[in-house]
């Protein structure tokens, strides 16, 4: 079987507009909140032609926290994948304290769809805006772009590959190459 490189989307502030408070994301709580952001669709279009496949890489800790059901991060994850022509959605539903290999900024969700897919990952992408996207994506060995809403939190990263304020850029990045 032939690898195939792939692009890693974060859910929540990359294929999907995140809930901001206090300058934080939190992710939408129920399927009627959810909306695309407006890059999606064209986007993943343009890169699935390419030959890349898309998978989704999300950390859902609320479950783990009592805050929200696995079943509704499931329905919400079912939308998005009505919507949207990705691979497959793969969720981290553990917290911190679980210490589990699955939770971004460990790898184990990028290398799990590596090894399902057969991907090549130094032909591949993660794009996330947490640091924590783009440190697991280091740890795989993939390219990054960070889209850098000015979160506050601090940046406990190494820097990204690419650094843009909006997802309006990722295909061009991805596809030509452009800073």
């Not at 971004?104 to 090894?115: D, F, N, S, V, Y």
Request: proline share 6%; hydrophobic share 40%.
């Amino acid at each position: 079987m032939q690898s195939v490189p792939a692009i890693f989307l974060d859910r929540d502030g990359i294929i999907n507009r995140a809930i901001v408070r206090e300058g934080m994301p939190y992710p939408p709580v129920k399927p009627d909140e959810m909306e695309l952001l407006p890059w999606t669709l064209r986007s993943f279009a343009k890169l699935q032609s390419a030959g890349y496949m898309l998978i989704g890489v999300t950390n859902q800790p609320d479950v783990a926290r009592g805050k929200q059901s696995r079943e509704e991060v499931e329905a919400m994850n079912a939308w998005i994948q009505e919507r949207v022509p990705l691979q497959e959605i793969l969720v981290c539903y553990h917290d911190d304290r679980d210490n589990c290999d699955c939770r971004k900024p460990k790898p184990g969700l990028i290398l799990r769809a590596a090894a399902r897919y057969s991907l090549n990952l130094l032909e591949s992408w993660m794009v996330g805006d947490r640091w924590k996207d783009i440190a697991a994506g280091q740890a795989a060995g993939l390219k990054t772009i960070f889209v850098d809403y000015h979160y506050h939190e601090i940046y406990r990263s190494n820097p990204a590959d690419f650094v843009v304020e909006d997802t309006a850029q990722i295909d061009d990045i991805i596809l030509k190459g452009i800073k």
